[in-house]
């Protein structure tokens, strides 16, 4: 029946494990197991491989702080330290636990019973003011008419009912999603034997490590005598207190062995691999419990990075949307929580210092930021941040090349005047000395002094903008050249020559000169 066939019809149907007789048994007497085992919950904790997987999972959890946030933008938040809900986790839950305490215990429960419970204790204005562990397995939820009612049998109160929202319910996997499944339950026979292999390790060494086997006689025993005889036997060479006690053998008695040696059973294996099959129950790392018989220093990075992201990552996803859906208003749209997960990521100093590093050159983590993060206070001086030159924004980019650009011309043009000048005089000066004769067979371009001289004045501003700077001095020359070649007296040269070099004071015509230069490339 689905959810909606509640709704319609207003059928009450519990979802509990509480109405599973199965679960009643794990819980209070135990699921019997192929082994002869039967596994509760606690009885499950005496397993280290199982007390191990619970304790790291829960502690870790438990050790991550959680903190309120504002969703300013899309890319901006802020915290916010007088929250409820921060103050809950951050300070204390309860009277009677600390944050870490709470986390732990019900992280606990959700492993080993595959849900966890809390009362939520609200002020008059509805705030959340507390959270109250509930035993598990005193917990039924029954839903009716398509709404989930909490009844917890209380030892002191009875029965007392809660509606969802008075309740905080973490819960791991599950068939419907209102309550998950027992890690216990569904794995108990791999727990029941790994239980039974500790069982028969510790029978098989309270025996001196011997096995079991039977004493024959060649002549019939009565009943009395057989009994006498086996408690005489036990009780001269069974248990540790008896190791190396030399049997005697009489009235040609055999000792037959009938067990098999725990080395031929292959024991030590089989309890190596019981602990990887609980380790996979809860997708924990073997190295994170112990075993280090696949771990090297080259992959246990690796797994620690695994672990953090596919066995406590769930987890923590679990909390936060629990505390946002349950603990956080419906008017608080933009609030939510979040677990800070860097603790666990935080490598060695050195580690740790060269990230800081490439975080700080690259110009995201200031150095109040770096020193928050090592527990520092901060410094006057260190909230600002450096950007790399070969990292500048495309924007920015854009407007210094620009601004460049800008200031290079107006240099060339600058320098492009005053070689103008130069050429100018140093021509007005030549056309003055020569006679007619001489001044009718002058040509400029054979003047290589006057080039060089050029050439060194717009070098240097030609350079910054890419530009061949011989070439430019050439086209100054040749329009100098072609304005005194129109000439037919040396008084006419001369005022060609001025009209020339006036024309290049206007930076239009500089820029008509650059133009034509770069044709000429």
Same mark, same amino acid.
């Given at each position: 029946?689905?959810?909606?066939?509640? +709704?319609?019809?207003?059928?009450?149907?519990?979802?509990?494990?509480?109405?599973?007789?199965?679960?009643?048994?794990?819980?209070?007497?135990?699921?019997?197991?192929?082994?002869?085992?039967?596994?509760?919950?606690?009885?499950?904790?005496?397993?280290?491989?199982?007390?191990?997987?619970?304790?790291?999972?829960?502690?870790?959890?438990?050790?991550?702080?959680?903190?309120?946030?504002?969703?300013?933008?899309?890319?901006?938040?802020?915290?916010?330290?007088?929250?409820?809900?921060?103050?809950? %986790?951050?300070?204390?839950?309860?009277?009677?636990?600390?944050?870490?305490?709470?986390?732990?215990?019900?992280?606990?429960?959700?492993?080993?019973?595959?849900?966890?419970?809390?009362?939520?204790?609200?002020?008059?204005?509805?705030?959340?003011?507390?959270?109250?562990?509930?035993?598990?397995?005193?917990?039924?939820?029954?839903?009716?008419? *398509?709404?989930?009612?909490?009844?917890?049998?209380?030892?002191?109160?009875?029965?007392?009912?809660?509606?969802?929202?008075?309740?905080?319910?973490?819960?791991?996997? *599950?068939?419907?999603?209102?309550?998950?499944?027992?890690?216990?339950?569904?794995?108990?026979?791999?727990?029941?034997?790994?239980?039974?292999?500790?069982?028969?390790?510790?029978?098989? %060494?309270?025996?001196?490590?011997?096995?079991?086997?039977?004493?024959?006689?060649?002549?019939?025993?009565?009943?009395?005598?057989?009994?006498?005889?086996?408690?005489?036997? &036990?009780?001269?060479?069974?248990?540790?207190?008896?190791?190396?006690? #030399?049997?005697?053998?009489?009235?040609?008695?055999?000792?037959?062995?009938?067990?098999?040696?725990?080395?031929?059973?292959?024991?030590?294996?089989?309890?190596?691999?019981?602990?990887?099959?609980?380790?996979? +129950?809860?997708?924990?790392?073997?190295?994170?419990?112990?075993?280090?018989?696949?771990?090297?220093?080259?992959?246990?990075?690796? &797994? =620690?990075?695994?672990?953090? =992201?596919? #066995?406590?990552?769930?987890?923590?996803?679990?909390?936060?949307?629990?505390?946002?859906?349950?603990?956080?208003?419906?008017?608080? =749209?933009?609030?939510?929580?979040?677990?800070?997960?860097?603790?666990?990521?935080?490598?060695?100093?050195?580690?740790?210092?060269?990230?800081?590093?490439?975080?700080?050159?690259?110009?995201?983590?200031?150095?109040?930021?770096?020193?928050?993060?090592?527990?520092?206070?901060?410094?006057?001086?260190?909230?600002?941040?450096?950007?790399?030159?070969?990292?500048?924004?495309?924007?920015?980019?854009?407007?210094?090349?620009?601004?460049?650009?800008?200031?290079?011309?107006?240099?060339?043009?600058?320098?492009?005047?005053?070689?103008?000048?130069?050429?100018?005089?140093? !021509?007005?000066?030549?056309?003055?000395?020569?006679?007619?004769?001489?001044?009718?067979?002058?040509?400029?371009?054979?003047?290589? &002094?006057?080039?060089?001289?050029?050439?060194?004045?717009?070098?240097?501003? !030609?350079?910054?903008?890419?530009?061949?700077?011989?070439?430019?001095?050439?086209?100054?020359?040749?329009? !100098?050249?072609?304005?005194?070649?129109?000439? #037919?007296?040396?008084?006419?040269? +001369?005022?060609? !020559?001025? #009209?020339?070099?006036?024309?290049?004071?206007?930076?239009?015509?500089?820029?008509?000169?650059?133009?034509?230069?770069?044709?000429?490339?």
């Amino acid at each position: 029946m689905g959810i909606f066939d509640w +709704i319609r019809t207003g059928e009450k149907e519990i979802r509990s494990q509480l109405k599973d007789a199965t679960w009643w048994q794990t819980v209070f007497t135990g699921s019997q197991t192929a082994s002869g085992i039967k596994v509760t919950p606690d009885k499950a904790l005496h397993q280290p491989a199982v007390f191990a997987c619970v304790r790291t999972i829960s502690e870790d959890v438990a050790s991550l702080p959680i903190k309120v946030y504002n969703k300013i933008s899309d890319m901006s938040r802020e915290g916010i330290d007088s929250h409820p809900v921060n103050k809950i %986790f951050n300070k204390r839950p309860n009277a009677e636990m600390t944050p870490f305490t709470f986390k732990e215990v019900l992280t606990g429960h959700v492993l080993l019973y595959g849900n966890g419970y809390a009362e939520i204790e609200r002020d008059n204005s509805g705030n959340v003011i507390g959270l109250w562990i509930l035993l598990p397995e005193n917990m039924q939820l029954e839903v009716v008419n *398509g709404e989930v009612v909490c009844h917890y049998n209380s030892k002191t109160a009875g029965t007392i009912t809660f509606p969802s929202e008075k309740i905080f319910h973490l819960k791991g996997l *599950g068939h419907d999603g209102l309550i998950g499944y027992s890690p216990i339950e569904y794995a108990r026979e791999t727990i029941g034997i790994s239980a039974a292999m500790e069982k028969s390790g510790g029978a098989f %060494f309270s025996n001196s490590s011997r096995p079991s086997g039977i004493l024959s006689h060649p002549a019939k025993l009565s009943e009395g005598a057989a009994k006498r005889l086996r408690e005489s036997w &036990q009780g001269m060479y069974s248990g540790s207190g008896n190791t190396g006690r #030399t049997a005697i053998l009489e009235e040609g008695m055999k000792w037959e062995q009938l067990s098999i040696p725990h080395s031929d059973a292959q024991w030590l294996e089989a309890r190596q691999y019981s602990l990887q099959d609980i380790a996979r +129950i809860y997708r924990m790392p073997p190295h994170m419990i112990g075993d280090l018989s696949n771990a090297t220093f080259s992959n246990i990075e690796s &797994q =620690q990075i695994s672990y953090m =992201q596919s #066995t406590l990552a769930p987890w923590m996803r679990r909390w936060e949307q629990e505390i946002n859906r349950k603990l956080i208003g419906d008017n608080e =749209q933009k609030v939510y929580a979040e677990f800070l997960a860097e603790e666990l990521l935080r490598g060695n100093t050195i580690e740790r210092y060269d990230a800081y590093r490439m975080a700080r050159e690259s110009g995201w983590l200031s150095v109040n930021d770096i020193r928050k993060r090592e527990n520092l206070n901060p410094i006057e001086g260190g909230d600002s941040y450096i950007q790399p030159l070969n990292f500048v924004d495309s924007t920015l980019a854009n407007e210094v090349q620009g601004n460049k650009m800008s200031e290079g011309r107006a240099w060339l043009h600058d320098s492009m005047k005053r070689a103008v000048s130069i050429i100018r005089n140093s !021509c007005i000066r030549k056309i003055e000395k020569m006679t007619d004769e001489e001044w009718q067979d002058w040509l400029i371009q054979s003047d290589k &002094q006057l080039v060089n001289k050029t050439d060194e004045i717009i070098k240097a501003s !030609c350079e910054q903008l890419e530009i061949d700077s011989l070439r430019m001095t050439n086209v100054l020359i040749e329009t !100098c050249q072609s304005a005194i070649k129109t000439s #037919t007296t040396k008084k006419r040269s +001369i005022e060609n !020559c001025n #009209t020339w070099a006036n024309s290049f004071m206007d930076d239009a015509t500089l820029e008509i000169v650059l133009e034509r230069s770069k044709e000429n490339e």
